[in-house]
C-alpha cells in the first residue's frame, strides 16, 4: 500500500473523512500527538488500527468526538463532574473514562464496559471528525511500543506501506498524550498530561487521586486500572536511566561512565558542559517546552545510534508528572539518585 502524506487543506480533509467512512484507517494530527484514527462504530475499520500498530488486542482506544452532540455515540452516561470538566477542558487533551455505548465497536473498548472520549481541539482533528460524521477511534500514531509521534514525519517513518493517508498538521503542540481521568467511581487520574492534577482537583472542588501505576511499576499480579500500564510504551532501541540530581552532579556520573554509543538526553543549554554528546528536550523548569520536545529527542537518540543514555530529571509536578511519568516507562523506570 502506498502511503501518502498530504497537507492539511479542505480538500484533505474531505479525502480523509472520505476514507473513514469506507471503514479505512487514517492518521491525524491532534494537539497531544498524530492519532491513528478509524470509525469508532465500525468493528472491522477498528480491528485495523490494531493490525497497523501491532498494538496488543487487550489496550482499549481512545474515542474522539467534534461535538457534545456526538457524545452519546460514544458514552451511555455523562454524569455532572464529566460535564463541568467537559466545560473547563473541551476541546482539549482531556480523555474522560465513562460508561460505554451500545454502538460501540467490541474492539474499541477491548471487552470493558467503559470507554475514554475526548474532544481534541486541534481544527484538522475536529474538522475530519466533523467531515466523517461518526466519532473517531485513534490511538496514538505510532508502532507498539514506540515513542508517540509529534509530527506527520513521525508517523511515516512507523506507517509507511500500513495505511494509505497522513494528514500533515505541523508539529503537536502538547507534545505527550492526553490526561485520563476515570469518572466511572471515584474520579481517578489514570494518566498525566497538560491538564494538570491540580487544574482538575479545582474545577470539581474535591482532590483527585492520581493512580499508583502513574509513578510506580505495576507489582507482579497487580491488575491495572488502564491496560495501557502494562506495557513498556515509549520504548526507543537506547536503553535510558533517569539521573535524579543537579547539573553538576549529572555530568560528573556520565564522565564516569563514558564510553561510545553514551549519550546524555538534558536540557537546553547543558550540552556545552558535557562529556558526551547530547540531545536536548525543552527548558530546565519549563515543563511544557520538555513535553513538547520528549518525543522527538527520544526518537533522534535512535536515529543517532544511541546505546545508553543518561537523562536529567524532569520535576514531578504539573505537566512535569506527564514528562516524568513517559520518561520513566522509556527507561523502563531505571533511575539512579546522585
Ligand atoms: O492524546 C491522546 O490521548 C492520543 C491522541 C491521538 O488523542 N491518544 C492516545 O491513545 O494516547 P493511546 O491508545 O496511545 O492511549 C490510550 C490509553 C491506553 O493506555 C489505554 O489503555 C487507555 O488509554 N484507555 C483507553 N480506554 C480506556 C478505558 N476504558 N479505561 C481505562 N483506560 C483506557
Ligand atoms: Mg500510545
Known amino acids: 500500500m502506498d502511503t501518502e502524506l498530504a497537507a492539511v487543506n479542505p480538500e484533505s480533509i474531505q479525502k480523509a473523512a472520505g476514507l473513514l467512512r469506507r471503514g479505512q484507517v487514517v492518521a491525524i494530527p491532534t494537539e497531544t500527538v498524530y492519532g491513528l ?25 481512545i474515542v474522539h468526538i467534534s461535538s457534545l452532540e456526538m457524545l452519546p455515540q460514544a458514552a451511555r452516561e455523562f454524569p455532572p463532574q464529566a460535564e463541568r470538566l467537559a466545560k473547563a477542558f473541551w476541546p482539549g487533551p482531556l480523555t474522560m473514562v465513562l460508561p460505554r455505548a451500545p454502538g460501540l465497536a467490541p474492539a474499541v473498548c477491548a471487552g470493558l464496559d467503559t470507554v475514554g472520549v475526548r474532544m ?9 471528525i466533523e467531515a466523517a460524521g461518526v466519532p473517531l477511534a485513534a490511538p496514538s500514531a505510532n508502532l507498539s511500543g514506540s515513542p508517540s509521534p509529534t509530527t506527520a514525519r513521525h508517523v ?11 494528514l500533515d498538521g505541523g508539529n503537536s503542540r502538547v507534545g505527550v498524550e492526553s490526561t485520563i481521568i476515570s469518572l466511572v467511581g471515584k474520579p481517578c487520574i489514570l494518566r498525566p498530561g497538560f491538564i494538570t492534577q491540580e487544574q482538575i482537583a479545582e474545577v470539581l472542588g474535591q482532590p483527585v487521586a492520581l493512580a499508583q501505576a ?6 507482579a499480579g497487580q ?12 520504548a526507543p532501541k537506547a536503553e535510558i ?11 560528573e556520573y556520565v564522565a564516569a561512565h563514558k564510553e561510545p554509543g553514551v549519550w546524555a538526553l538534558c536540557f537546553e543549554g547543558e550540552p556545552a558542559m558535557l562529556p558526551v554528546p547530547a540531545i536536548t528536550y525543552g527548558k530546565q523548569d519549563d515543563d511544557p517546552t520538555q513535553a513538547a520536545a520528549l518525543f522527538t529527542a527520544l526518537r533522534r537518540l535512535d536515529e543517532q545510534g ?3 543514555v543518561f537523562a536529567r530529571m524532569p520535576r514531578r509536578q504539573g505537566v512535569g508528572l506527564a514528562v516524568y511519568n513517559r520518561l520513566l516507562r522509556a527507561a523502563g523506570f531505571r533511575i539512579v539518585e546522585l
Open 120 to 128: 481534541p481541539v486541534h481544527p484538522a482533528a475536529l474538522a475530519v
Open 156 to 166: 511515516l517513518a512507523d506507517m509507511q506501506g500500513r495505511i494509505s493517508l497522513i
Open 214 to 219: 502513574v509513578t510506580a511499576p505495576l507489582q
Open 37 to 61: 484514527a478509524a470509525s469508532a462504530l465500525n468493528q472491522a475499520a477498528v480491528e485495523k488500527i490494531f493490525a497497523a500498530k501491532g498494538r496488543p488486542q487487550d489496550n482499549p482506544l
Open 306 to 308: 544511541a546505546k545508553k
Open 241 to 251: 536511566t533517569l539521573l535524579a540530581g543537579n547539573l553538576q552532579q549529572f555530568a
Open 223 to 234: 491488575q491495572p486500572v488502564s491496560p495501557g500500564m502494562k506495557y513498556q510504551h515509549y
